[in-house]
């Protein structure tokens, strides 16, 4: 018998559906029986420990875990909590930690684990509460086969993993390359060893009837060579669901999503958005497929999915035949096999898909269903995409298409901004609790605060009820809850908008009561807080006392720091001194059992480091700097102590320290010790007095290692210092992630703004005229200049780059124009889709003064080349004062062209210094024109990369 606790039944919540099914809390078995909310489930009597076994805690994708009974908004702030350690692992870790309590591993006792996937394909079970002694390495680790294509990295495992507690599995989504193309598998590991189970891993292929983008012969196959797996997975009674959509809008792809047998790994069903259509890709911002059981004789229950954008042809009654791009669909579950039920698609999906405006950038939550005023009882489902409007759904009738307005239960537009007119766009989900709302939107260029709506009797609040005071840019947050029950609830949230730079995450966390009020922020103590080098699209993990938050190379564990028992420092005997000859020095630690680790270079040690076995001796300067790692303690602070040999000349010191620059470095190099002398490598070899003599600063233009000694009167030789430059170009600007933090340093003019990180010059209307340049003038007496960009339903017109000096506001005129023409003082490179006057349909050339740039066009058609493909255009010019070369090519394909301008650009703009950027129009064709990455270096195209 199960017990409800009637204090988690909130007003205006009905408790006949049922939200989820136990999997995705912490009891193993299935429940077939209605009258239990998701939250009531979660939260029964005791003190029982909560596993989070899938994204967003559980398949209703709500984020709520309402059984912690340790984090309470009185003791969640930086005095109190924190950091308590750091894991490493190889690469980011985009998918969402997951927690089980009390796995038994084998000859390794019993644990609380935190499974961490990372991007690059490795599997980890680390100690969930610990890293000392025999915690401080994995329980296991797995590394599953990653896959390079050309330049760009398939990350291996983006999607969230989901756990079947009562097999002990893990199902985990992979691609590999395999003779050189990727191939997509579903990984089974056993939680207790990592190793693979029922005969994993599969191969995830197949292909349906259809007509679609890709299809040959009325067949339409499953192509991973231009699909990625983002969404999280999901179990549902025996079947898991795996979801793709696009690898950065390009090429023939589609949705898709496949069902395999959890136990035989047998596939079941196979599911497309546009078997006769194109695109509709599914990805939601890396949020989970949400599910229920509602009815007990449909045990195989329903799923809810939010489409891209794509081509569009549903009518009742739906088929799996028809395209449902921008759309969310109602896919019955029948032992694996889906089918489309019921769909809502947005009044203007058309102008929607020509913005690139995808309604599937978030996922949906499925919210406990609602008394309402009238005596009924809805279903609510929470939808929230790109353009910010926030839509609340009956999941019995989501409302189909209309043109004359959305037939959704209610929508609230968040505040509006730029040229496309979207509001607080998100990248991800919300988060449900307790009869509130929690929105990590964010509107394009810009920042935005979390915004909490309340949700009561089926209407959600016209405007948000609390807003915190930290604002967050692209790409937002995924929020989490914590509560214990309807007390102590905690909203948390990353801010991950630092990851342009590699800049840290931000671990926040908020009074679920009133966003404004912020109890925690890791940046308040980042020396011990930090949780690592920010990713995108991630959610920290709440399960007993503890949160756990992935980042770019580690997995970082919070809690009280009274809770914990920390292993004392080592005492390094005798401490700093200087000596003569030798010197013995020990190092001890008052825990039993405990293990020393220790480095001479000075550097931190880990449990990979030296074990210390007994007395060093010491015959030169070195720092020796320990830790102690014992069972049942957190890994001791570092202690350190310096010895330096009175006989020896002092070590050589560095003005610049070793790490990653941008162009040519100057270093300069002392000593201390009267009389002294410096000897020199820079290809880290060992100097002798036989190597270069120091006499002035050295210019390291290059990578490499700078390694030094010092010599003095009467003194032996210095011990060795040494230092790594990794040297990349000397960027004028750089922006590599896209220009989500562009800030003022880029021009946005006419119909430009911002879609996601990359830049837009069109956003899908007609007659539209928009250009972005650099806000400030740059050298173009000689360059190299890298550009990425994309021409999105590419109808009409085209795009230019420019430099011109009539200013940073300059914006030519539409339609074959371009943006560019009338721009005076000017040259531009045009990349031209329309054959206005015989031209040619895929052209390009160079064009001056803001001349309409039509003739002299240079026709790319057969080149492999194609404007039209929608795929992403790699672009280098490289100019040396006399030539303007020109490399484009195609990011998916590798096709590539080239051709050679002969050109005085001096001369032509007026100056040694000019404004570099984009123009791009539309007439009566239309596409979306975006820039995805820009870089600029002003000088000779031999410092280029």
């Not at 086969?145 to 199902?171: A, N, Q």
């Not at 017109?797 to 005129?813: C, M």
């Not at 057969?862 to 404007?867: A, T, Y």
Request: charged share 10%; aromatic share 8%.
């Amino acid at each position: 018998m199960i017990v409800l606790r009637p204090d988690l039944l909130r007003a205006g919540e009905s408790s006949s559906s049922l939200n989820g099914n136990l999997q995705a809390s912490n009891v193993s078995f299935r429940l077939w029986a209605s009258g239990l909310t998701l939250g009531a489930i979660m939260a029964l009597p005791g003190n029982a420990q909560v596993n989070v076994l899938t994204a967003h805690n559980d398949i209703a994708r709500t984020g709520q875990n309402v059984m912690e009974t340790t984090l309470t908004p009185a003791n969640v702030n930086s005095s109190q909590f924190g950091r308590l350690f750091s894991q490493t692992v190889a690469g980011p870790l985009q998918a969402q930690p997951l927690y089980v309590a009390n796995v038994a591993i084998p000859n390794m006792g019993t644990h609380n684990v935190v499974y961490a996937a990372a991007a690059t394909g490795t599997v980890y079970a680390f100690d969930a509460d610990s890293n000392g002694g025999v915690d401080a390495n994995p329980l296991w680790k797995t590394s599953l086969p990653g896959v390079v294509h050309g330049k760009s990295i398939f990350h291996s495992i983006l999607g969230t993993p989901v756990i079947d507690l009562s097999t002990s599995t893990m199902y985990v989504a992979c691609v590999a390359t395999e003779s050189g193309s990727p191939v997509f598998r579903l990984h089974a590991l056993d939680i207790r060893t990592g190793a693979e189970k029922f005969g994993a891993p599969v191969q995830i292929q197949g292909s349906l009837p259809g007509t679609g983008s890709g299809s040959t012969g009325g067949v339409l196959p499953f192509d991973p060579t231009v699909e990625i797996q983002r969404p999280a997975l999901l179990l549902l009674n025996g079947v898991v669901y795996i979801a793709f959509g696009s690898l950065s809008d390009q090429g023939a792809y589609h949705g898709w999503i496949f069902s395999y047998s959890a136990s035989s790994l047998e596939r079941l069903g196979i599911y497309c958005t546009s078997p006769n259509g194109s695109e509709g890709g599914i990805w939601m911002g890396g949020a989970g497929l949400a599910a229920e059981v509602n009815d007990p004789n449909k045990p195989f229950g329903r799923m809810f999915v939010s489409i891209g954008n794509g081509a569009y042809s549903a009518t009742p009654p739906y088929t799996n035949s028809m395209s449902y791009g921008m759309s969310i669909l109602d896919l019955d579950l029948n032992g694996g096999t889906m089918t489309v039920k019921d769909e809502f698609t947005p009044y203007n999906e058309a102008k929607l898909d020509s913005q690139d405006g995808d309604l599937g950038s978030g996922g949906a939550v499925l919210l406990p269903a609602q008394s309402l005023k009238s005596g009924g009882t809805l279903e609510p489902l929470l939808q929230i995409g790109k353009v910010g409007i926030i839509g609340i759904f009956d999941r019995n009738n989501l409302g189909g298409f209309s043109g004359a307005g959305d037939q959704a239960v209610q929508e609230v537009q968040t505040a509006s901004t730029g040229a496309s007119g979207w509001g607080a766009g998100v990248w991800g989900a919300p988060a449900y609790w307790n009869g509130n709302i929690y929105i990590g939107g964010t509107k394009p260029g810009g920042s935005n605060s979390l915004a909490a709506y309340s949700f009561a009797k089926g209407q959600l609040s016209s405007a948000a009820t609390s807003n915190s005071a930290e604002e967050f840019a692209y790409p937002a947050p995924t929020p989490s809850v914590s509560s214990n029950g309807s007390a102590n609830g905690i909203v948390w949230a990353l801010k991950t908008d630092a990851y342009v730079s590699k800049g840290p995450e931000i671990l926040l966390a908020f009074d679920a009561e009133n966003l404004a009020n912020l109890l925690y922020s890791s940046s308040t103590n980042q020396s011990r807080d930090n949780p690592g080098a920010g990713v995108t699209y991630v959610a920290p993990t709440v399960a007993n006392g503890k949160v756990y938050v992935g980042a770019a190379s580690q997995l970082s564990v919070y809690g009280l720091l009274s809770d914990v028992q920390v292993a004392a420092a080592p005492v390094i005997t005798p401490s700093t001194e200087s000596f003569t000859g030798s010197l013995p020095v020990t190092i001890s630690e008052s825990i039993s059992g405990a293990k020393i680790y220790y480095t001479t270079d000075g550097s931190r040690p880990t449990v990979a480091s030296k074990l210390y076995q007994g007395p060093i001796t010491i015959t030169s300067t070195q720092t020796i700097t320990a830790l102690a790692s014992a069972n049942g303690f957190l890994q001791s602070p570092a202690s350190e102590a310096t010895y330096t040999e009175s006989a020896d000349t002092n070590p050589p010191q560095f003005s610049l320290a070793g790490g990653s620059y941008s162009g040519a470095q100057q270093v300069i190099i002392t000593d201390s010790s009267p009389g002294s002398s410096i000897y020199y490598t820079l290809d880290g070899s060992q100097p002798t007095t036989a190597s270069a003599l120091y006499r002035q600063p050295i210019t390291v233009s290059v990578s490499e290692t700078v390694t030094a000694i010092a010599t003095a009167p009467g003194l032996a030789q210095s011990p060795v210092t040494s230092a790594i430059y990794t040297i990349g170009p000397a960027y004028t600007f750089n922006y590599p992630q896209g220009f989500a933090q562009a800030g003022a340093t880029v021009q946005f003019n006419g119909s430009t703004g911002l879609d996601d990180f990359r830049l837009q010059l069109t956003n899908g209307g007609k007659n539209e005229t928009g250009s972005a340049f650099y806000a400030t003038p740059v050298n173009v007496q000689s360059f190299t200049t890298d550009f990425v960009f994309q021409l999105s339903n590419p109808a009409g017109d085209g795009i230019t780059f420019t430099i011109q000096n009539a200013g940073p506001t300059a914006l030519g005129g539409a339609q074959s124009g371009l943006g560019y023409v009338s721009i005076q003082h000017s040259i531009a490179i045009k990349f031209d889709l329309v054959n206005q006057a015989n031209e040619g349909p895929n052209g390009t050339g160079l064009f001056i003064r803001g001349n309409t740039p039509r003739a002299a066009e240079i026709d790319m058609t057969g080149s492999g080349v194609d404007l039209h493909s929608g795929d992403a255009m790699g672009v280098q010019l490289t100019y040396d004062g006399v030539t303007l070369k020109m490399t484009i090519t195609d990011q998916l394909t590798g096709a590539s062209w080239q051709h050679a301008f002969p050109v005085d650009i001096p001369a032509m703009v007026g100056g040694a210094t000019a404004y570099v950027g984009f123009t791009g129009s539309t007439g009566g064709n239309t596409a979306s024109q975006k820039i995805n990455s820009w870089s600029y270096i002003a000088g000779s195209p031999s410092g280029s990369s």
